[in-house]
């Protein structure tokens, strides 16, 4: 599998003290410009690259190096509204979130125990959701829609444990649920009629219906080098089920999924 809303501001005001006294040959006292405040970004955003090794596709038992990205949003001020945290630190509570998932092309040429399907074309995900962040617990609900690829809707579920051992290593882990509508499972896991007899019968005919596709747990850790870069590594592990485990695809390979990333991001920040 390839892969925040209350804002509150503190102004600080600068205040000058003067003290004097009477003198025949009083002059002015000089008044030292007040500092200008530096502008408050209008974009704060992360953005990251790195590499993925895991499944083939979903249900390969075989697998690949590839790479992976990330983009987090961390505020946004626009028409005078603003979403997020200018400061760049988490806000406690609950607040909507973008989710978006890229999945890459399954090929039935490079896999020959795939020979007699269709190819899947690479699927470009992008949704909605809402979490709730607290110091040291996080949960987050997603609803995508592959607008590129799949055209069909899938859902995700997650909660994890926040541990900050220092003021630069964050630990995360917790459970994973996800869920596909009926065209997203037979996408990835069924198979047609007029497929398996092109695989010679490899492949039996399969339709499966709704429901939970898989669960597992994901273990992550980020580490900020500075303000601005950090280096994050995650390893996950997903188990199909229902329909999903009992698909031909899944059965001649494996239903098991293991995915380890490793990579770095940058905070950018823009002035409009």
């Known amino acids: 599998m390839m892969k925040s809303l209350t804002i509150a501001a503190v102004m600080m005001l600068p205040v000058t003290a003067h003290a004097g006294g009477f003198d025949l040959n009083t002059t002015p006292a000089a008044v030292a410009p007040a500092p200008v405040a530096a502008p408050t970004p209008d974009l704060i955003f992360r953005l990251g690259a790195g590499v993925s090794y895991g499944p083939a596709y979903f249900g390969s038992n075989d697998d690949e190096a590839g790479p992976t ?13 603003s979403v997020g945290s200018e400061t760049g630190e988490p806000r406690y509570g ?19 125990e795939l020979t007699g399907m269709k190819d899947v074309p690479l699927s470009v995900e992008v949704g909605f959701g809402l979490g709730y962040t607290s110091r040291n617990f996080e949960a987050v609900g997603n609803l995508r829609y592959g607008a590129i690829g799949h055209e069909a809707w899938v ?9 900050r051992p220092s003021d630069r290593l ?6 994973r649920v996800v869920v596909g509508s009926n065209k997203y499972n037979n996408t990835y896991f069924g198979v047609t009629a007029a497929e398996s007899a092109a695989s010679a019968g490899a492949l039996a005919a399969y339709n499966p219906g709704s429901g939970v596709v898989s669960a597992g747990i994901e273990v992550g850790a980020v580490y900020a080098l ?7 590594g995650s390893v996950r592990y997903d188990r199909f089920q229902n329909d999903a485990k009992d698909s031909p695809i899944v059965a001649q390979g494996s239903a098991d999924q293991v995915r380890v990333i490793i990579g770095a991001s940058r905070l950018f920040s823009f002035n409009f």
């Open 69 to 81: 990205g990330s983009f987090s949003l961390q505020f946004l001020r626009a028409g005078g509204r």
């Open 170 to 175: 964050t630990l995360k882990a917790g459970p």
């Open 155 to 163: 859902g995700e579920l997650g909660a994890d444990l926040v541990l």
């Open 94 to 112: 609950f607040a909507p979130r973008a989710s978006f998932r890229v999945i890459s092309k399954r090929s039935a040429k490079d896999h020959a």
């Open 226 to 232: 500075n303000d601005t870069w950090s280096i994050n």
